[in-house]
Protein backbone atom coordinates (compact mmCIF):
# COMPACT_ATOMS: atom_id res chain seq x y z
CA UNK A 1 0.00 0.00 0.00
CA UNK A 2 0.85 4.07 -0.05
CA UNK A 3 1.78 5.53 2.74
CA UNK A 4 -0.14 8.37 3.58
CA UNK A 5 3.09 10.82 2.23
CA UNK A 6 2.86 8.97 -0.82
CA UNK A 7 2.70 11.92 -3.76
CA UNK A 8 -0.21 11.03 -6.06
CA UNK A 9 0.46 11.13 -9.61
CA UNK A 10 -0.89 14.46 -10.36
CA UNK A 11 2.34 15.46 -8.03
CA UNK A 12 4.96 13.69 -10.48
CA UNK A 13 3.85 16.69 -12.95
CA UNK A 14 3.76 15.44 -16.63
CA UNK A 15 4.35 17.23 -19.26
CA UNK A 16 0.47 17.01 -20.62
CA UNK A 17 -0.40 17.78 -23.59
CA UNK A 18 3.12 16.80 -25.05
CA UNK A 19 4.54 19.08 -27.82
CA UNK A 20 4.45 19.07 -31.11
CA UNK A 21 7.67 20.08 -33.16
CA UNK A 22 8.28 20.20 -36.52
CA UNK A 23 10.95 18.67 -38.49
CA UNK A 24 12.37 20.06 -41.79
CA UNK A 25 13.77 16.73 -43.68
CA UNK A 26 14.99 16.56 -47.54
CA UNK A 27 13.26 12.94 -47.83
CA UNK A 28 9.32 14.38 -46.84
CA UNK A 29 10.08 18.11 -48.00
CA UNK A 30 10.80 16.85 -51.61
CA UNK A 31 7.23 14.76 -51.47
CA UNK A 32 5.21 17.58 -50.35
CA UNK A 33 4.77 16.05 -47.17
CA UNK A 34 5.36 17.72 -43.88
CA UNK A 35 7.02 16.05 -40.93
CA UNK A 36 5.54 16.40 -37.11
CA UNK A 37 6.89 14.93 -33.92
CA UNK A 38 4.88 14.38 -31.51
CA UNK A 39 7.70 14.60 -28.34
CA UNK A 40 5.89 12.06 -25.86
CA UNK A 41 9.16 11.47 -24.86
CA UNK A 42 9.32 14.45 -23.10
CA UNK A 43 5.88 14.00 -20.94
CA UNK A 44 8.25 12.57 -17.46
CA UNK A 45 11.88 11.70 -17.39
CA UNK A 46 11.31 8.38 -15.76
CA UNK A 47 7.42 7.48 -17.11
CA UNK A 48 8.54 8.18 -20.88
CA UNK A 49 5.84 8.38 -23.58
CA UNK A 50 3.11 6.00 -23.94
CA UNK A 51 4.55 4.21 -20.56
CA UNK A 52 2.66 7.63 -18.61
CA UNK A 53 -0.21 7.24 -20.89
CA UNK A 54 -0.68 3.18 -20.44
CA UNK A 55 0.56 3.29 -16.64
CA UNK A 56 -1.42 6.38 -15.42
CA UNK A 57 -4.90 5.30 -15.29
CA UNK A 58 -3.64 1.45 -13.79
CA UNK A 59 -2.03 2.83 -10.88
CA UNK A 60 -4.80 5.00 -10.54
CA UNK A 61 -7.34 1.74 -10.39
CA UNK A 62 -4.65 -0.26 -8.44
CA UNK A 63 -5.64 2.53 -5.72
CA UNK A 64 -2.17 1.80 -3.42
CA UNK A 65 -1.82 -2.05 -3.98
CA UNK A 66 0.95 -3.94 -5.25
CA UNK A 67 1.44 -3.93 -8.78
CA UNK A 68 2.49 -6.89 -10.79
CA UNK A 69 3.80 -7.24 -14.07
CA UNK A 70 5.34 -9.08 -17.06
CA UNK A 71 8.27 -8.39 -19.70
CA UNK A 72 11.18 -9.59 -21.16
CA UNK A 73 15.02 -8.83 -20.30
CA UNK A 74 15.18 -5.47 -22.01
CA UNK A 75 11.50 -4.31 -21.11
CA UNK A 76 11.02 -0.26 -21.56
CA UNK A 77 7.64 -1.33 -19.46
CA UNK A 78 8.75 -3.36 -16.82
CA UNK A 79 11.63 0.06 -15.71
CA UNK A 80 8.81 2.56 -16.00
CA UNK A 81 6.39 0.27 -13.45
CA UNK A 82 9.57 0.05 -11.34
CA UNK A 83 10.40 4.05 -11.59
CA UNK A 84 6.67 4.47 -10.88
CA UNK A 85 6.31 2.32 -7.51
CA UNK A 86 9.37 4.18 -6.41
CA UNK A 87 8.02 7.60 -6.99
CA UNK A 88 4.49 6.46 -5.61
CA UNK A 89 5.99 4.23 -2.66
CA UNK A 90 3.84 1.33 -4.53
CA UNK A 91 5.61 -2.65 -4.43
CA UNK A 92 6.12 -3.95 -7.68
CA UNK A 93 6.57 -7.19 -9.15
CA UNK A 94 8.48 -7.99 -12.62
CA UNK A 95 7.47 -11.53 -13.84
CA UNK A 96 10.43 -11.93 -16.13
CA UNK A 97 10.50 -14.28 -19.29
CA UNK A 98 13.29 -16.89 -19.34
CA UNK A 99 14.42 -18.56 -16.21
CA UNK A 100 17.59 -18.94 -17.83
CA UNK A 101 18.48 -15.26 -16.77
CA UNK A 102 18.30 -16.00 -12.88
CA UNK A 103 21.70 -17.55 -13.48
CA UNK A 104 23.38 -14.58 -14.88
CA UNK A 105 24.09 -10.85 -13.69
CA UNK A 106 21.61 -8.88 -14.42
CA UNK A 107 21.44 -6.48 -17.58
CA UNK A 108 21.47 -2.60 -17.15
CA UNK A 109 17.45 -2.57 -17.53
CA UNK A 110 16.66 -5.71 -14.93
CA UNK A 111 19.45 -4.13 -12.67
CA UNK A 112 17.44 -0.72 -12.77
CA UNK A 113 14.39 -2.37 -12.00
CA UNK A 114 16.06 -3.52 -8.84
CA UNK A 115 17.92 -0.77 -7.95
CA UNK A 116 14.01 0.69 -7.93
CA UNK A 117 12.69 -1.48 -5.82
CA UNK A 118 11.07 -4.02 -8.49
CA UNK A 119 11.07 -7.59 -6.77
CA UNK A 120 11.92 -10.07 -10.39
CA UNK A 121 10.97 -13.09 -10.41
CA UNK A 122 11.87 -15.37 -13.53
CA UNK A 123 10.01 -17.97 -15.01
CA UNK A 124 10.67 -20.32 -18.01
CA UNK A 125 9.21 -19.88 -21.50
CA UNK A 126 6.41 -22.12 -21.74
CA UNK A 127 4.84 -21.14 -18.12
CA UNK A 128 5.22 -17.53 -19.43
CA UNK A 129 3.41 -17.80 -22.91
CA UNK A 130 0.40 -19.62 -20.71
CA UNK A 131 0.51 -16.39 -18.32
CA UNK A 132 -2.73 -15.36 -18.89
CA UNK A 133 -4.04 -18.65 -18.19
CA UNK A 134 -6.14 -18.19 -14.76
CA UNK A 135 -4.31 -21.39 -12.47
CA UNK A 136 -0.70 -20.36 -14.21
CA UNK A 137 -1.30 -16.45 -13.31
CA UNK A 138 -2.33 -18.20 -9.68
CA UNK A 139 0.94 -20.01 -9.29
CA UNK A 140 3.28 -17.43 -10.69
CA UNK A 141 1.42 -14.82 -8.09
CA UNK A 142 2.03 -16.90 -5.30
CA UNK A 143 5.39 -18.27 -5.99
CA UNK A 144 6.35 -14.14 -6.29
CA UNK A 145 4.40 -13.44 -2.86
CA UNK A 146 1.98 -11.04 -4.72
CA UNK A 147 -1.26 -12.66 -4.29
CA UNK A 148 -3.40 -9.60 -4.26
CA UNK A 149 -1.55 -7.38 -6.49
CA UNK A 150 -3.21 -5.37 -8.98
CA UNK A 151 -2.20 -7.44 -12.38
CA UNK A 152 -1.35 -5.33 -15.45
CA UNK A 153 -0.58 -7.36 -18.88
CA UNK A 154 2.76 -7.43 -20.67
CA UNK A 155 3.49 -4.09 -22.33
CA UNK A 156 0.77 -2.32 -19.96
CA UNK A 157 -2.07 -2.80 -22.60
CA UNK A 158 -5.64 -3.04 -21.01
CA UNK A 159 -8.77 -1.46 -21.60
CA UNK A 160 -7.89 1.29 -19.01
CA UNK A 161 -4.37 1.50 -20.53
CA UNK A 162 -6.34 2.18 -24.17
CA UNK A 163 -8.44 4.54 -22.36
CA UNK A 164 -5.49 6.31 -21.17
CA UNK A 165 -4.15 6.42 -24.72
CA UNK A 166 -7.14 7.93 -26.39
CA UNK A 167 -6.29 11.69 -24.95
CA UNK A 168 -2.92 10.99 -27.28
CA UNK A 169 -4.97 11.16 -30.62
CA UNK A 170 -7.71 13.87 -28.79
CA UNK A 171 -4.37 15.91 -28.55
CA UNK A 172 -3.34 15.87 -32.20
CA UNK A 173 -6.83 16.50 -33.32
CA UNK A 174 -6.25 19.14 -36.52
CA UNK A 175 -2.33 18.97 -36.10
CA UNK A 176 -2.07 15.85 -38.77
CA UNK A 177 -3.69 13.80 -41.80
CA UNK A 178 -1.74 10.51 -40.52
CA UNK A 179 -0.41 9.86 -37.22
CA UNK A 180 1.95 7.29 -36.87
CA UNK A 181 3.53 4.80 -33.87
CA UNK A 182 5.68 1.86 -33.31
CA UNK A 183 3.99 -0.56 -31.76
CA UNK A 184 4.41 -3.64 -29.58
CA UNK A 185 1.11 -5.22 -27.94
CA UNK A 186 -0.81 -2.87 -29.86
CA UNK A 187 -2.50 -0.42 -26.50
CA UNK A 188 -1.26 2.91 -27.65
CA UNK A 189 -2.14 2.52 -31.34
CA UNK A 190 -6.31 1.29 -30.05
CA UNK A 191 -6.33 4.28 -28.43
CA UNK A 192 -4.77 6.87 -30.18
CA UNK A 193 -7.13 5.81 -33.51
CA UNK A 194 -9.73 6.50 -30.96
CA UNK A 195 -8.86 9.85 -29.61
CA UNK A 196 -8.05 11.06 -33.42
CA UNK A 197 -10.76 13.13 -34.93
CA UNK A 198 -12.66 11.35 -37.77
CA UNK A 199 -10.82 12.86 -41.39
CA UNK A 200 -7.54 11.98 -39.84
CA UNK A 201 -6.19 8.31 -39.36
CA UNK A 202 -3.80 6.47 -37.69
CA UNK A 203 -0.73 3.94 -38.31
CA UNK A 204 1.07 1.35 -36.69
CA UNK A 205 4.28 0.51 -37.17
CA UNK A 206 5.16 -3.26 -35.71
CA UNK A 207 8.40 -3.64 -33.73
CA UNK A 208 8.04 -7.23 -33.74
CA UNK A 209 7.14 -10.08 -36.45
CA UNK A 210 4.16 -12.06 -36.82
CA UNK A 211 1.52 -10.53 -37.87
CA UNK A 212 -0.75 -10.78 -35.05
CA UNK A 213 -1.29 -7.21 -34.34
CA UNK A 214 -4.35 -6.45 -36.29
CA UNK A 215 -6.51 -9.22 -34.27
CA UNK A 216 -5.06 -7.77 -30.81
CA UNK A 217 -5.87 -4.08 -31.49
CA UNK A 218 -9.16 -4.67 -32.42
CA UNK A 219 -9.34 -7.05 -29.07
CA UNK A 220 -8.09 -3.93 -27.26
CA UNK A 221 -10.46 -1.66 -28.62
CA UNK A 222 -13.75 -3.99 -28.05
CA UNK A 223 -12.70 -4.25 -25.11
CA UNK A 224 -12.29 -0.42 -24.25
CA UNK A 225 -14.92 0.61 -25.99
CA UNK A 226 -17.24 -1.82 -27.26
CA UNK A 227 -15.66 -2.51 -30.81
CA UNK A 228 -13.58 -0.55 -33.65
CA UNK A 229 -13.17 2.66 -32.89
CA UNK A 230 -11.20 5.47 -35.39
CA UNK A 231 -9.73 4.56 -39.03
CA UNK A 232 -6.25 2.59 -38.63
CA UNK A 233 -4.14 0.49 -40.30
CA UNK A 234 -0.60 -1.85 -39.72
CA UNK A 235 2.40 -1.70 -42.03
CA UNK A 236 4.24 -4.80 -40.80
CA UNK A 237 7.33 -4.48 -43.07
CA UNK A 238 9.63 -2.36 -40.49
CA UNK A 239 10.19 -5.17 -37.76
CA UNK A 240 13.54 -5.94 -38.82
CA UNK A 241 13.60 -9.57 -37.72
CA UNK A 242 11.83 -8.75 -34.47
CA UNK A 243 11.76 -7.13 -31.26
CA UNK A 244 15.23 -5.99 -29.81
CA UNK A 245 16.75 -6.52 -33.51
CA UNK A 246 18.87 -3.63 -34.59
CA UNK A 247 20.95 -4.85 -37.39
CA UNK A 248 23.44 -2.63 -38.81
CA UNK A 249 21.09 -0.65 -41.72
CA UNK A 250 18.65 0.09 -38.80
CA UNK A 251 21.85 1.50 -36.36
CA UNK A 252 23.31 3.64 -39.10
CA UNK A 253 19.50 4.96 -39.93
CA UNK A 254 19.14 6.41 -36.60
CA UNK A 255 22.73 7.74 -36.16
CA UNK A 256 21.96 9.51 -39.03
CA UNK A 257 18.71 10.77 -38.17
CA UNK A 258 20.42 12.22 -34.71
CA UNK A 259 23.07 13.75 -36.88
CA UNK A 260 20.50 15.78 -39.11
CA UNK A 261 17.95 16.75 -36.43
CA UNK A 262 20.00 17.08 -33.36
CA UNK A 263 17.20 14.81 -31.66
CA UNK A 264 18.15 11.18 -29.47
CA UNK A 265 16.40 8.38 -31.88
CA UNK A 266 15.33 5.48 -29.16
CA UNK A 267 16.09 2.52 -31.03
CA UNK A 268 13.89 -0.71 -30.63
CA UNK A 269 10.50 1.71 -31.44
CA UNK A 270 11.29 4.88 -32.91
CA UNK A 271 14.17 4.12 -35.29
CA UNK A 272 11.68 1.39 -37.17
CA UNK A 273 9.16 4.05 -36.81
CA UNK A 274 10.94 6.94 -38.27
CA UNK A 275 12.61 4.70 -41.03
CA UNK A 276 9.18 3.58 -42.18
CA UNK A 277 8.08 6.44 -42.70
CA UNK A 278 10.93 7.65 -44.53
CA UNK A 279 10.06 4.73 -47.09
CA UNK A 280 6.56 5.26 -47.42
CA UNK A 281 7.83 8.79 -48.00
CA UNK A 282 10.01 7.26 -50.61
CA UNK A 283 7.26 5.46 -52.15
CA UNK A 284 4.48 8.37 -52.47
CA UNK A 285 2.59 6.62 -49.79
CA UNK A 286 1.36 9.80 -48.40
CA UNK A 287 -0.17 12.47 -51.30
CA UNK A 288 1.51 16.26 -51.77
CA UNK A 289 0.24 18.37 -48.41
CA UNK A 290 -0.40 15.54 -46.50
CA UNK A 291 1.06 16.86 -42.47
CA UNK A 292 2.36 12.68 -40.70
CA UNK A 293 2.79 13.04 -36.92
CA UNK A 294 5.13 10.77 -35.73
CA UNK A 295 5.01 9.80 -31.73
CA UNK A 296 8.17 9.78 -30.10
CA UNK A 297 7.14 6.93 -27.30
CA UNK A 298 10.75 7.01 -25.85
CA UNK A 299 14.43 7.60 -25.74
CA UNK A 300 17.63 5.92 -25.40
CA UNK A 301 18.32 3.99 -22.82
CA UNK A 302 20.86 5.35 -20.15
Request: net charge positive; with cysteine; hydrophobic share 40%.
Amino acid sequence: MTSPDSPGLDALRPRLPSPVQEIVDGRFERRGVRLLLKRDDLIHPELIGNKWRKLAPNLAAADGRAIATFGGAWSNHLRATAAAGRLLGIATVGVVRGDELADRPLNASLARCAADGMRLLFVDRSTYRRKSEPHTLTAILRAAGAEDAYVVPEGGSNAEAVRGCQELGAELRGRADVVAVACGTGGTLAGLAAGLAPEQRALGVPVLKGGFLTAETETLQRRAFGGRRGTWSLDDRFHFGGYARVPDELEAFAADFEDRHGLPVERLYVAKLLYGLVTLAGEGAFPRGTAVAAVVTGRPFS
